[in-house]
């Protein structure tokens, strides 16, 4: 479980050069950039850190709307990650089952927008933090799956707005039209039942005589 900062995969792409020059400067021109890590701080988008090549320079802290693999796409930068980081404790990991899939994102201005899955950061609380936020509230909680978007950009969604295309498995022909998840669920802590001191421990009901 990484703290604010996670390795990423390494991805060879672009940085919309005005970021390096905080908007003075370098307007529609592209910088090569290797992705390093990722920062996450709660109330805040993500931010990346990668590597410059041509300067051997490291560049940090920079939202996902700086980047880009070609030039073209323009959504903005709440198109492109929804909702703020849940915290400051996460994991970076790519599903394997999904690995290269297409999928079709359904956007804020209520158009599909579709590319490829690279992989998902999710969160959790610590008990070591004073403010733990919704990381762990069953109908607040999201993951980001991350996708490289066919008009050049990338983009951070949440499961709810990702349709996900495999010519095996998925039929595509049913629209999702679930309710959120708002249930937790755990077995532990039960008033009904109680186990032995038995080493093949028995669990009966505390009513048992």
């Given at each position: 479980?990484?703290?604010?900062v996670?390795?990423l995969?390494?991805?060879?792409?672009f940085?919309?050069?005005?970021?390096l020059?905080?908007?003075?400067k370098g307007?529609g021109e592209?910088?090569?950039?290797?992705?390093?890590?990722?920062k996450a701080?709660r109330?805040?988008v993500?931010?990346?850190?990668s590597?410059?090549?041509?300067?051997?320079a490291?560049?940090?802290?920079l939202p996902?709307?700086?980047?880009?693999?070609?030039?073209?796409?323009?959504?903005p930068?709440?198109?492109?990650?929804?909702?703020?980081?849940?915290g400051?404790?996460?994991?970076?990991?790519e599903k394997?089952?999904?690995?290269?899939?297409?999928?079709?994102v359904?956007?804020?201005?209520r158009?599909w927008?579709f590319?490829?899955?690279m992989f998902?950061?999710?969160f959790?609380a610590?008990q070591?933090d004073?403010?733990?936020?919704?990381s762990?509230?069953?109908?607040?909680?999201k993951?980001?799956?991350?996708i490289k978007?066919?008009n050049?950009?990338?983009?951070?969604?949440?499961?709810?707005r990702?349709i996900?295309?495999?010519?095996?498995l998925?039929s595509?022909t049913?629209?999702?039209?679930?309710?959120v998840a708002?249930q937790?669920y755990?077995?532990d802590?039960?008033?009904?039942?109680?186990?032995?001191d038995?080493?093949?421990?028995?669990?009966?009901?505390?009513?048992?005589n």
């Amino acid at each position: 479980m990484s703290y604010l900062v996670g390795s990423l995969p390494p991805l060879k792409c672009f940085i919309r050069k005005e970021f390096l020059y905080d908007h003075h400067k370098g307007h529609g021109e592209l910088e090569p950039c290797i992705w390093v890590s990722l920062k996450a701080i709660r109330g805040q988008v993500f931010r990346i850190e990668s590597l410059l090549p041509r300067y051997g320079a490291l560049y940090d802290k920079l939202p996902i709307h700086a980047y880009c693999w070609k030039d073209g796409g323009d959504l903005p930068i709440d198109a492109l990650q929804l909702w703020d980081c849940l915290g400051y404790r996460f994991t970076i990991i790519e599903k394997v089952l999904l690995r290269n899939l297409s999928v079709k994102v359904f956007g804020k201005d209520r158009a599909w927008h579709f590319g490829t899955y690279m992989f998902t950061v999710d969160f959790c609380a610590d008990q070591t933090d004073i403010d733990t936020g919704f990381s762990e509230t069953a109908e607040e909680h999201k993951s980001f799956n991350f996708i490289k978007l066919d008009n050049g950009q990338f983009a951070c969604q949440p499961n709810n707005r990702c349709i996900w295309y495999d010519q095996s498995l998925v039929s595509g022909t049913l629209t999702p039209d679930f309710n959120v998840a708002t249930q937790t669920y755990s077995v532990d802590g039960s008033r009904k039942w109680v186990a032995s001191d038995d080493w093949f421990y028995d669990i009966r009901s505390r009513d048992a005589n």
